[in-house]
């Protein structure tokens, strides 16, 4: 294709500088293009969730903003957390403005010895007849 083509518009010899001119035209150093294929073959869906068009328009990512990491890497795992919040719609605004009752009603006093819903020793979604992890519910009967 002519996109693929130099300046001069000779096509490339080989891929190799193809490459090289797309990933000038992004900004990402060609030394990264390594981790960004390895992270986009082992996490394809936070790969195209955290690299949406538009993802600023609908989420705070100001690096000054509202969003949060975290990385812990112990000898049993890694965790990386990444944290973005929706920016305000004119609703959510309002109901942060409005008071909230001083104490909950005793009917929504959970029973002494209750765990909630997926902490240890708690039950799974599947125990309570509902999908875990958006998987669907099979019948096993």
């Not at 293009?33 to 690299?51: D, Q, S, T, W």
């Not at 993802?55 to 973005?84: A, H, N, S, W």
């Not at 305000?88 to 309002?94: E, K, Q, R």
């Not at 007849?129 to 099979?138: C, I, L």
């Amino acid at each position: 294709p002519a996109s693929c083509r130099d300046a001069a518009g000779v096509p490339p010899a080989d891929g190799r500088r193809h490459r090289e001119a797309a990933l000038a035209a992004m900004g990402l150093p060609k030394e990264l293009l390594p981790y960004a294929e390895n992270l986009y073959r082992r996490f394809p869906e936070e790969f195209v969730a955290l690299g949406a068009p538009g993802l600023e328009e609908v989420f705070d990512l100001r690096m000054d903003g509202t969003r949060t990491r975290r990385i812990v890497d112990t000898p049993q795992e890694k965790t990386v957390e990444i944290t973005i919040r929706r920016w305000p719609t004119p609703a959510s605004a309002w109901a942060m403005q409005q008071p909230m009752p001083s104490s909950l009603p005793h009917s929504v006093v959970a029973p002494a010895g209750w765990v909630p819903y997926g902490a240890p020793g708690g039950l799974s979604g599947s125990q309570w007849g509902m999908p875990v992890n958006g998987a669907p519910m099979v019948d096993s009967q």
